[in-house]
């Protein structure tokens, strides 16, 4: 409901990857306010703890595996074939999955370090080397032992990512990286990496997303996002190639070695680069079908089995001396095909399953990766109107209910196509509305309807903010203005922008306000609504590139008259957050600078409220939820808790051990809180 008296309008927390990027700036008021009252409260103890406070640990209820890269192995015990996945879950550790899909079994290896990756390559029979990202660590897993080799795990300074793995001539690993936007290679037997320097191109390149390596002594480079690009790099001399420009791809054009050769799929057709020329030439593998022309080569595919993505939208397999066999070409929407093994049977992988299918199968049989998925941490927390909380993870597009009254623990499969994460959601009339990156989606689950997300029909897809230009909705999403639904959202991988968006649940009707009426070159951080307005502070957030830091912008919509009136810069360029007290109605605009409250009838500032002494030194907040009369925020490891009305006073409830990552207002009496991949719950007025 939108933010009245009696409502239980909730502020969504925003991402713990905004409170790592956040920089603080001392807070102070903003020029020309106008101050009818200040507060201030004074408490020199210490924050109480935990214990004190009452809270108590109560389970680790979100649960997922988010595969970003599957290869085909072979068990060097049994002979069989390995399905194995990199499963990438940020903020805590990923792991290794490694699926014996004929026996129909699997085994989970938790990687001790990082939070799993998007790739793997085989450095020797039975021995795979795993990315584990933010930071980065490769990662050696044994397939004769079936266990990670933690002595052999290695880090890799200054890098978060580094999205491929290539295994090259004379035993060397490459991998590019982010945000270094270097090259690096590591040598297995002596666990030494060599950093190769920063590749050619624009400052505003972060990724090199993508490696191949040639047997003649080239290394491709596949790079973003300032100017897409493949970079040519004679590794004898270093010299480097500007190869080709790749503005008209999506992406980084993705890059494929088999036998020393690499591919890549440039226009919708497959190339491969040729050193004589320095450049890239159709590639030389035998002919498509009458009529058709190859568009990309799978990385599974090996010299004697090639499997190539038709014009037709077919995948073929290659063997020598056999016409192309036709394999697949059902649309996994959101899911993969991972490779055709040896007795030509089809592998994918979609969401929390993978499938094993016969050539051209019109249907998929999906099934759990493993009996149960490794714990992982929150991304965003809301109050259940039963009773407990609805969340998701921080990389993966699931969702998990969790009561300990009702006996309620689910997480679901995937909720949408594609990859990426649920960031917030409300509960209206017992259904769920949510938005989630990376096609920038709004959607709704019904709990009490069969699930049926294969045909879109619950949870379903009401509509997608991608083509608008928006892709994650870092500023959460909230009910406003006559009971529509507004999010706020930054811009497309390589843009500095955003927008806001409105969704009206009774026309089913969309509505997009580009950043420019907010402030240029910002993205729409945290966002509250009332009866009349929508309210809101910019960010500094952006997709695939860093810019500097800007002041933030406070600002005031009316969707009514699709304008802005009243905004004005702050003085901080660090995360805050805006929220609106349900009872009270009251608007409070929170940051490193303390609690403003902003009066909607005078269109101006009414009161200022330090925080407590208790709470320390405030570099940001981007943790918040209301109920009632108060409204709760979460900075780093300290909880603080504000009393709205005719005395505002703000205190610290608690401070907890390690960072929290989430935090909802229950209905049940509950301020539910995590920390790592354990949900916690304490009194909300102790």
């Not at 690499?262 to 040729?274: E, W």
């Not at 769920?432 to 619950?458: H, K, L, M, T």
């Not at 008259?561 to 009270?584: F, I, R």
């Not at 009496?669 to 995590?674: A, D």
Request: glycine fraction near 10%; hydrophobic fraction near 40%.
């Amino acid at each position: 409901m939108i933010c009245k008296p009696q409502s239980t309008l909730r502020v969504a927390p925003i991402v713990a990857a905004l409170l790592a990027q956040a920089h603080a700036v001392p807070g102070a008021m903003v020029p020309g306010a106008t101050t009818e009252k200040k507060t201030m409260t004074q408490n020199e103890a210490q924050p109480p703890s935990l214990q004190e406070a009452g809270a108590r640990r109560l389970e680790e209820p979100c649960r997922n595996f988010n595969a970003r890269k599957g290869g085909l192995y072979r068990d060097p015990n049994t002979g069989r074939p390995l399905l194995v996945v990199n499963s990438c879950t940020p903020g805590f550790h990923g792991a290794a999955v490694l699926i014996d899909y004929e026996a129909g079994q699997s085994r989970v290896l938790p990687f001790p370090a990082g939070s799993g990756g998007w790739d793997m390559t085989e450095t020797a029979p039975g021995k795979l080397l795993f990315e584990s990202l933010s930071p980065l660590h490769l990662i050696p897993v044994d397939l004769h032992t079936g266990e990670v080799d933690e002595k052999g795990v290695v880090p890799v300074p200054q890098s978060e990512y580094a999205w491929r793995l290539i295994a090259g001539p004379q035993g060397w690993v490459y991998f590019g990286s982010y945000p270094t936007y270097h090259v690096y290679r590591y040598y297995p037997p002596t666990r030494k990496v060599e950093d190769l320097g920063r590749v050619l191109g624009p400052e505003g390149n972060l990724y090199v997303r993508q490696i191949g390596v040639t047997n003649d002594g080239w290394l491709l480079c596949s790079v973003a996002n300032e100017k897409l690009g493949i970079v040519a790099i004679e590794l004898a001399t270093k010299k480097q190639h500007w190869l080709i420009d790749a503005e008209k791809e999506t992406d980084a054009p993705a890059l494929t070695t088999l036998d020393g050769v690499v591919y890549t799929s440039l226009g919708g057709r497959l190339k491969q680069f040729d050193a004589a020329t320095v450049g890239l030439k159709d590639a030389v593998v035998p002919p498509a079908p009458a009529g058709l022309h190859w568009t990309s080569m799978l990385p599974s595919s090996t010299p004697q089995r090639k499997v190539l993505w038709g014009s037709d939208g077919t995948l073929y397999l290659l063997e020598d001396g056999k016409a192309p066999q036709p394999m697949w070409n059902l649309a996994l929407r959101g899911g993969w095909v991972v490779g055709v093994d040896d007795k030509n049977r089809v592998l994918g992988i979609r969401g929390q399953d993978y499938f094993v299918a016969s050539p051209m199968a019109r249907s998929i049989e999906p099934k759990p990766m493993a009996p149960q998925a490794p714990p992982v941490v929150m991304h965003f927390l809301r109050a259940d109107p039963q009773g407990g909380v609805t969340g998701g993870p921080t990389f993966g597009q699931t969702l998990f209910r969790f009561d300990a009254a009702r006996d309620l623990l689910q997480n679901t499969p995937q909720v949408l196509d594609g990859s990426g994460e649920v960031y917030d959601g409300q509960w209206l009339h017992g259904k769920f509305y949510f938005i989630a990156y990376v096609r920038g989606d709004i959607a709704v689950w019904d709990p009490a309807q069969p699930w049926d997300q294969w045909s879109n029909i619950n949870p379903h897809r009401l509509d997608t903010y991608h083509d608008k230009g928006l892709i994650r909705p870092i500023g959460g999403l909230v009910v406003g203005p006559g009971g529509r639904l507004y999010g706020g959202w930054s811009g497309k991988y390589g843009v500095a922008g955003g927008g806001l968006t409105e969704y009206d649940i009774a026309t089913g009707k969309s509505r997009v306000w580009s950043n420019e009426i907010f402030a240029p070159a910002m993205s729409i951080g945290k966002i509250a609504a009332d009866e009349k307005y929508v309210y809101g502070v910019t960010s500094n957030y952006f997709s695939g590139i860093q810019r500097p830091h800007k002041p933030l912008v406070f600002w005031v919509f009316d969707p009514a008259t699709e304008q802005v009136v009243w905004k004005q810069p702050l003085e901080d360029t660090s995360t805050s957050v805006v929220v609106c007290v349900p009872t009270t109605g009251h608007i409070w605009l929170a940051g490193a600078h303390g609690l403003r409250r902003f009066s909607p009838q005078k269109l101006a500032w009414a009161e200022t409220l330090a925080w407590p002494k208790q709470a320390g030194e405030v570099k940001s907040v981007g943790i918040c939820d209301a109920q009632g009369a108060s409204a709760w925020f979460a900075f780093d490891k300290v909880v603080a808790r504000l009393d709205d009305g005719p005395t505002p006073i703000a205190r610290v409830l608690f401070a907890a051990p390690e960072t929290i990552h989430a935090m909802a207002a229950g209905n049940d009496g509950n301020l539910y809180f995590s920390q790592r991949t354990a949900l916690y719950a304490a009194p909300l007025h102790p």
